[in-house]
């Protein structure tokens, strides 16, 4: 299981209830996922890892929607997120942020 309601510790996030936490903190780990992955392949995903890709998202949506606040995914996708992430540059401004996913990632 992968956690994805980790908390930022975002400023504005902290008079919220703590549903709506979960549900902010894991669209935002759901963002960097997709930065990473958007960024490694830039000319677009062809069969397997695409249809790998589909099956990523629907558990995170599916993660963010019933507010579970973690993701189970199989070796593989598990995998396929950690390498987007290695060989992504992320902006410098997100770096506290996208370090704080990473660790729990690299779990």
């Given amino acids: 299981m992968l956690k994805i309601d980790i908390d930022y510790k975002v400023k504005s996030f902290k008079d919220s ?37 589909g ?23 598990l995998e396929f997120i950690q390498k987007a992430f290695n060989e992504c540059k992320f902006p410098a401004d997100v770096s506290h942020y996208v370090t704080l996913f990473e660790e729990e990632l690299n779990k």
Avoid: C, H, P
Avoid at 21 to 33: E, G, I, L
Avoid at 55 to 67: G, L, M, N, P, S
């Fill in 55 to 77: 099956r990523i998202q629907r558990k995170f949506e599916e993660a963010i929607d019933t507010k579970k606040g973690e993701v189970n995914l199989e070796t593989n996708e």
């Fill in 17 to 53: 209830k703590q549903e709506e936490k979960t549900v902010a903190y894991s669209d935002m780990s759901y963002n960097y996922v997709t930065y990473a992955v958007s960024k490694k392949y830039q000319d677009g995903l062809e069969g397997q890892l695409r249809r790998m890709w």
